[in-house]
């Protein structure tokens, strides 16, 4: 049995109570874990369209960095594609994305992706250029970057050892339950 690709989207589509205009991706703060013998960073996004979460990434981070700052923009760095593919294949599929906004924490990391090497200080010069895809994708109008406070981060649901209110709350997002 041969099921065609935009047969099979709208039939999901149907199924499951989403909205499309708005895309949300939050990306988790990418703490140094002293933990961990290399002392490479964890970081972890999580995208949402409407009322749960459709894709989770939590990972270790390949390099090692000097800040959290420095690994905020990794950690951005490496969702991005994942961003950019899935609005591109939602709008294909005749469901455009209105706002596509990524949420972090981190206000230092925010000005450096929005505002690219005019933001860089001493500490941030000499990060490689490679990360600054993410301040291209901002001036072309793909993605909006947008600061949240930490205890609303529920990315961080697949990060960091949350216990009682908090973790039910984040589960509650994720899963698409919030009542």
């Not at 690219?116 to 793909?142: C, H, M, P, W």
């Not at 205890?151 to 649901?157: F, S």
Request: glycine residues 6%.
């Amino acid at each position: 049995m041969k099921i065609r690709m935009d047969d099979y989207v709208d039939r999901m589509l149907s199924e499951f109570p989403v909205k499309f205009k708005d895309n949300e991706i939050q990306e988790t703060p990418a703490g140094n874990s002293l933990l961990e013998k290399d002392l490479k960073s964890h970081t972890g996004a999580v995208m949402t369209m409407g009322t749960g979460a459709v894709q989770a990434i939590p990972r270790k981070q390949k390099l090692n960095c000097d800040s959290s700052t420095h690994a905020e923009l990794i950690g951005v760095h490496d969702a991005m594609s994942n961003i950019l593919w899935t609005r591109l294949f939602m709008e294909e599929q005749g469901y455009p994305i209105e706002k596509n906004i990524l949420y972090q924490d981190n206000k230092s990391s925010i000005l450096l992706e929005t505002n690219g090497r005019s933001s860089a200080g001493k500490r941030s010069r000499a990060l490689n250029i490679r990360y600054f895809f993410v301040t291209d994708q901002v001036e072309l109008g793909n993605i909006t970057i947008e600061h949240m406070p930490t205890d609303e981060m529920w990315a961080d649901y697949m990060t960091k050892p949350l216990q009682g209110e908090k973790f039910r709350k984040f589960r509650a997002v994720i899963q698409g339950d919030q009542d």
